[in-house]
């Protein structure tokens, strides 16, 4: 019921209709700080940021200002306190200039399952594409230049799916070194605030106004752990050496797009021009990855969306709460969209005691495989893991392409089944798994105004080495790469051919029993929405 | 398999570690928030059942289980065809000053949702941030029921839906608790059955910590309010292995375990203030069907939420009651959760099996596991206070005090009343300027305590809530002091210590002051008219010898009183014993009052149960 198409959100949102009209609007905000913005509301702070504009998903928690997660559940609720990342960022001296349409409380990956209708990427070429998600509004804040730099979260790619479809950089750092606190949750053990831009720098920036440890997170990382991570991780000055970049096999699937190959190609080969040393590797986990997420993940929202039951705050339809022996249902059944309702099923059933067993707990286990296999590809040690050396000839970073497609139009996505929609995920939930840092990377397209996300991925703490090379390869200047003309990449004195890619759906045999999981809890959707 | 969960994405990255320096530490804040409980809200000190009354209860329930009127009582042909098994749950509202996962006080007694933090309301984006200070009393809990304490242990989310469950969670221990295989032994004294002989050893399978819910006020039909000041609250759970066999011995372990827990501080409340509840889990089986070795039970039932002692004798008895009628007539037992009205006579159906919740038991993802450092388990261990058999012996050997007053000194209260005598002997020993009267002191001191301050509280219509208040010990000390140095008669100190509570200026006037006032001084005159009477003997000291002799001349009276329960004709004796102490001389030193009561002491501590 609540699955908002466009034409739905313009007869139900009259106030949109008249953006659409105009052609220009992304539908990028739910609320803008004017009153902040004009310099009403606050004084101006000196600091690293002074004066930048900076736009907050709608997910993270603002005093004075409504904090929705796009969603009808909270739909004008008000958070007592600053999350501890937005105070950092005014005590930097940034204006905080309004809060971000998203996927609601961050399930999904294209910015349409939102209360307040989906947020809107138009082409070059007019068409309507998607903004990426969850934190598409944030992405389009930047890329339509209204923002300076955007915070967003990422729990599966919900950062850098959306740079990778709008153009722009996004950056998930470690888990844990941003502080949580006044950050809604959707799968704890996975969500990671982190930043959007226009360029490398601004992000940088941005970083270092909010890396901080927060007494009031419990999993954020102490100071000791934080010196331990400058201790270990490399610069690119210091390394007296090329740097060393793995592509890991299991990345080149046969469901990739053409187009996205050779963008990976080609930049490979100019890194190769360029003295980095391109090597094979090898992260057999992830096949599992995927399936292992999407149990993980809704298990944890179902726990974590248990709060909502509208006595405290947020929405409550009049009259008691009690429909057929169900405490809450009526609350929970008006007030949840439909991804979240699948997403709340999926995760009570996988947490059930007659499944607990063959799914999160497996999937637990395999989370320690995918950390495992990561530790192994690098030569930087994991500071969180004792007795782990580092690889001695390992790789520094990976590099690989944040999606499987270049951004689809908006039409194909609302056409997709919700399993084909997960699957968007497939490379960016490895990296979530293990908690290490990665950022997007915009590949501009020579024959269109699209472009397509290329990710760095680092060793748990090596946030920095991960900004050092993205900006590297930003000033490499990757817009005007040659027309493809097949591999000449050169990995451990062979030729690289790409073709050889292996079927996902092959290589993967959990992959059937991790989505059967998905799909029963599709076909029940609302049979036992307050379980 | 060695495998266990594990919320945290990395397990080191910030454990939660006790180590010795908490301890100095906590313990300031504790005993900040005692003194702040004390000025705040004087009605939240401690609440006692009265002294007599829990006494007579006792006397009381172990003289019906001797008569008792159960179809299926534990020595009757049908209680020796069934065997009843009880397994415990308690759950006990630990002694700290703040909740378990955020820095609002605990103090229950305020306005009601003035203690809340926005964790406590689930509010979107907070965080669980565990309260360190929480695991002393959970620790000295576990270390009294003589636990196995865990280096590592872990947090669970346990999901369900109800309003007084903000975040439809419960953060628990199931995974990995804090504490694990403890024992405790009840005896004779606890008031356990029969058929458990001298003594019997109750398993502690494990002990937990975990969050309070809040608290719901039925407003009207479909109104309720809500308080969410007990939110989050820190409890511990005790769950004990299915060792019990008698309702008698159910109750029993759960007295133990609320005495235990006030004596080693963990808890202040009990029972009575819903400090402590219950769950109780009962299944019977026939005895026959049993090969020797065999130790499958029955099909069991929970009954949930008892708060009182009554309630959980009550309840196991009318849940064995209801299960071997219906076994006895064909039928089977469903698996189930039953409640208990308190003065009812039979459980009722909760839920069934079907309608049991799945509770969905998650590591939380956000708490790092706890480490409990072995060093800290050992000071505590060196701190604890005794257990309440050790001191009870103390007071015998050390004090004089009777067993039955030692005990009642030991289990009431939070060792208020403990700390009150010993304070009271100490500055008694002071105005006598010598230590060497200590067993004599000791058992005037503690029948004071224990009889005739809550005795005089009766009389005056006062309910009988003790506080160390009521007498201050140095007045106490000043009147054993008189009656010690024979100044005053036992019938006068009785008068006195009324004067003393009535006395507005109590305290300007001395108690020796206070006795001339009254004149209550004894005359010296008198005194060497009768020499050789030494009135201000202890009466039991006298009378005692007098009425053993008395009760070995007159057996066939004692069978009557023991065997057809005619207590009555203890008087008999009474009579006796004044005209023997007449033969001496010494009829007139006493108040007829104080020799009846001595008379019934002496009886009850010879033959009582």
């Given at each position: 019921m609540h699955r908002f198409g466009l034409r739905n959100v313009v007869s139900r949102h009259g106030r949109y209709t008249r953006a659409y009209s105009h052609g220009a609007a992304s539908n990028a905000f739910i609320t803008q700080h004017t009153a902040e913005l004009d310099g009403i509301s606050t004084q101006a702070v000196r600091g690293p940021l002074e004066g930048r504009k900076i736009a907050v998903k709608d997910n993270i928690c603002t005093a004075g200002y409504d904090t929705t997660c796009a969603s009808s559940t909270l739909a004008g609720f008000r958070s007592p306190l600053d999350s501890t990342v937005v105070r950092l960022l005014r005590e930097a001296g940034a204006l905080i200039q309004g809060k971000t349409n998203m996927d609601e409380f961050g399930m999904g990956s294209h910015s349409i399952n939102s209360a307040h209708g989906p947020v809107v990427n138009q082409g070059g070429d007019g068409k309507l594409y998607s903004a990426g998600g969850s934190s598409g509004g944030s992405a389009m804040a930047v890329t339509t230049d209204q923002s300076w730099a955007a915070l967003g979260t990422d729990t599966g790619g919900s950062i850098r799916l959306p740079a990778a479809f709008t153009g722009t950089f996004g950056f998930k750092p470690s888990y844990g070194l941003i502080s949580r606190n006044g950050v809604v949750a959707y799968a704890n053990s996975l969500d990671t605030v982190g930043i959007l831009a226009n360029s490398t720098h601004k992000i940088q920036q941005t970083f270092s106004a909010i890396s901080k440890f927060d007494h009031k997170d419990p999993t954020s990382v102490t100071p000791s752990t934080r010196k331990n991570i400058l201790k270990v991780t490399p610069n690119l000055r210091m390394l007296g050496r090329p740097l060393r970049i793995g592509i890991p096999g299991e990345y080149n699937i046969e469901e990739l797009d053409q187009d996205v190959r050779h963008a990976w190609v080609e930049l490979l080969e100019t890194l190769q021009d360029h003295n980095i040393s391109i090597s094979a590797v090898s992260i057999p986990s992830t096949k599992y990855a995927l399936s292992t997420y999407y149990v993980l993940a809704p298990a944890e929202a179902s726990s974590n969306l248990a709060r909502y039951d509208g006595i405290r705050y947020g929405t409550r339809p009049e009259g008691s709460d009690m429909n057929a022996g169900t405490l809450f249902s009526r609350t929970r059944d008006i007030s949840f969209g439909e991804e979240v309702k699948r997403r709340i099923l999926l995760g009570t059933y996988t947490l059930s005691s007659e499944a607990m067993d063959n799914y999160f707990m497996q999937s637990q286990r395999v989370r320690r495989l995918v950390q495992r296999d990561f530790n192994r590809v690098f030569?930087?040690?994991?500071?969180?893991?004792?007795g782990s050396v580092g690889t001695e000839d390992g790789v520094d970073l990976l590099l690989c392409p944040t999606a499987p497609c270049s951004a689809p139009e908006l039409a194909a996505v609302e056409a997709q089944t919700p399993v084909e929609g997960y699957t968007t995920d497939v490379f960016t939930v490895p990296a979530s798994l293990a908690g290490l840092p990665a950022i997007s990377i915009p590949l501009k397209q020579r024959d269109s105004k699209s472009s397509i996300g290329m990710q760095l991925i680092g060793q748990y703490g090596t946030d920095s080495l991960v900004l050092e090379a993205s900006g590297l390869l930003e000033q490499l200047g990757l817009t005007n790469a040659p027309k493809y003309e097949g591999s000449k990449l050169q990995v451990e004195g062979k030729l690289w051919d790409p073709n050889l890619a292996m079927s996902y759906k092959n290589m993967s045999k959990y992959y059937g029993g991790g989505m059967k999981a998905v799909q029963w809890s599709g076909t029940k959707s609302g049979t036992k929405a307050s379980a | 398999m060695s495998w266990r969960p594990t919320g945290s994405l990395f397990k080191p990255v910030r454990p939660i570690t006790l180590s010795t320096k908490w301890n100095l530490h906590v313990q300031r804040c504790r005993r900040q928030s005692s003194l702040r409980t004390f000025q705040d809200d004087p009605q939240e000190a401690p609440d006692n059942v009265p002294i007599r009354q829990q006494l007579k209860d006792q006397l009381k329930q172990k003289k019906a289980a001797k008569k008792k009127n159960s179809k299926y009582d534990d020595h009757d042909a049908m209680g020796k065809a069934w065997e009843l098994t009880v397994g415990i749950e308690i759950h006990a509202e630990l002694d700290t000053a703040r909740k378990l996962f955020s820095s609002a006080p605990t103090n229950s007694g305020s306005k009601p949702n003035t203690n809340v933090s926005l964790h406590d309301l689930a509010y979107p984006g907070a965080q669980p941030i565990f309260q360190i200070g929480t695991v002393l009393p959970a620790l000295r809990a576990a270390l009294a029921l003589d636990c196995t304490i865990q280096r590592e242990s872990t947090f669970d989310r346990k999901h369900y839906f109800y309003q007084d469950q903000p975040a439809g969670y419960q953060i628990t221990q199931f995974y990995q608790p804090f504490a694990k295989n403890g024992t405790l032994t009840l005896g004779e004294a606890d008031g356990i059955s029969r058929q458990d002989g001298d003594s019997v050893d109750i398993g502690i399978e494990r002990v937990q910590l975990e969050q309070d819910t809040a608290k719901s006020l039925v407003v009207s039909g479909d109104s309720t309010l809500l308080d969410f000041n007990r939110v989050s609250h820190p409890l511990i759970e005790i769950i004990s292995r299915p060792d019990i066999h008698s309702p008698a011995t159910a109750a029993a372990y759960v007295r133990k375990v609320q005495a235990l827990l006030k004596s080693v501080g963990?808890?202040?409340?009990?029972m009575e203030t819903g400090g402590l509840r219950a769950d109780v889990n009962v299944s019977v089986r026939k005895?026959?069907?049993?090969?020797?070795?065999?130790t499958r039970l029955g099909q069991r039932t929970e009954i949930k939420n008892l708060s009182s002692l009554k309630a959980v004798e009550d309840a196991v008895k009318a849940e064995r009651d209801r299960q071997i009628a219906i076994l006895e007539s064909g039928g089977t037992i469903e698996g189930e959760t039953r409640g208990w009205t308190v003065g009812g006579t039979e459980t009722y159906s909760l839920r069934k099996k079907e309608g049991e919740v799945d509770y969905r038991y998650m590591p939380d993802p956000d708490l790092p596991p706890l480490i409990i450092s072995q060093q800290l388990i050992q000071q505590l261990q060196a701190t604890i206070p005794l257990p309440a058999d050790t001191l009870v012996a103390k007071l015998v050997?050390?004090?004089?005090?009777t067993e039955k007053d030692a005990r009642t000194l030991c289990n009431m209260g939070d060792g208020e009343r403990l700390e009150y005598f010993f304070d009271a002997v100490a500055r008694t020993e002071d105005l006598l300027g010598s230590t060497d009267m200590t067993a004599r002191v000791g058992r005037l001191i503690a029948n004071f305590t224990v009889h005739e301050i809550p005795a005089l509280m009766t009389k005056i219509d006062l309910e009988p809530q003790w506080s160390p208040e009521l007498i201050p010990a140095l007045q106490l000390a000043s009147l054993v002091h008189l009656l010690h140095t024979k100044r005053i008669h036992n019938s006068a100190a009785r008068v006195l210590l009324a004067k003393i509570f009535e006395t507005e200026d109590g305290a300007s006037l001395s108690v020796s002051e206070l006795a001339e006032k009254e004149n209550l001084l004894r005359s010296l005159q008198t005194d060497e008219d009768s020499p050789g009477t030494d009135s201000t003997d202890l009466i039991d000291d006298v009378v005692g010898p007098v009425s053993a002799q008395v009760f070995e001349v007159n057996q066939k009276m004692v069978n009557d009183i023991l065997v057809k329960k005619e207590v009555k004709k203890v008087y008999f004796f009474v009579g006796l014993v004044m005209k023997e102490l007449g033969k001496q001389g010494k009829a007139k030193t006493y108040d007829p009052r104080d020799v009846s009561d001595a008379v019934q002491r002496a009886f009850w501590d010879k033959y009582g149960p």
């Open positions: 030569q930087t040690r994991n500071v969180l893991e004792e | 963990a808890v202040t409340a009990g005895r026959s069907d049993l090969a020797p070795e065999d050997d050390g004090y004089g005090v």
